[in-house]
């Protein structure tokens, strides 16, 4: 599956902002798929995570309360919605897809567990 997210953009603290992961192939809906996100001078961290029916959801401690991952499959789409954001919310935010494999639910926010990663999407968060 191939993966392209979109969304981020400039936003104030406080501010939102909803990212979006599109996805190819008819396979989409079998997939995991995971919000990772790099800011300047850090190792990519994991933000959020949904099963393949949208029936399980994970969130980072960071995220936590202030992001919403939800899917489409009908438009094999994965969103993320970011409300109160805070300046250190800034980062390059990738979307990337895992096969539901127990091991893989057991790491979830694991970056090695995924397969496929989309190009990231550019989020910053200043006044």
């Known amino acids: 599956v191939q993966l392209q997210a979109s969304g981020g953009g400039l936003v104030q603290p406080g501010g939102f902002l909803r990212l979006s992961c599109a996805g190819s192939?008819?396979?989409?809906?079998?997939?995991?798929i995971g919000w990772f996100r790099q800011a300047p001078g850090k190792e990519r961290e994991f933000a959020a995570a949904?099963?393949?029916?949208?029936?399980?959801?994970y969130y980072a401690d960071s995220v936590k309360g202030r992001c919403t991952i939800s899917r489409d499959n009908a438009k094999n789409t994965v969103y993320l919605q970011m409300n109160s954001l805070k300046p250190e919310d800034t980062a390059v935010y990738y979307c990337?897809?895992?096969?539901?494999?127990?091991?893989?639910?057991?790491?979830?926010?694991?970056?090695?567990?995924?397969?496929?990663w989309g190009q990231g999407t550019q989020v910053t968060v200043s006044s």
């Open positions: 990337a897809s895992a096969s539901p494999q127990p091991q893989i639910l057991r790491s979830i926010s694991n970056a090695g567990g995924y397969e496929n």
């Open positions: 949904i099963t393949w029916n949208g029936g399980n959801t």
């Open positions: 192939g008819r396979s989409f809906s079998s997939y995991i």
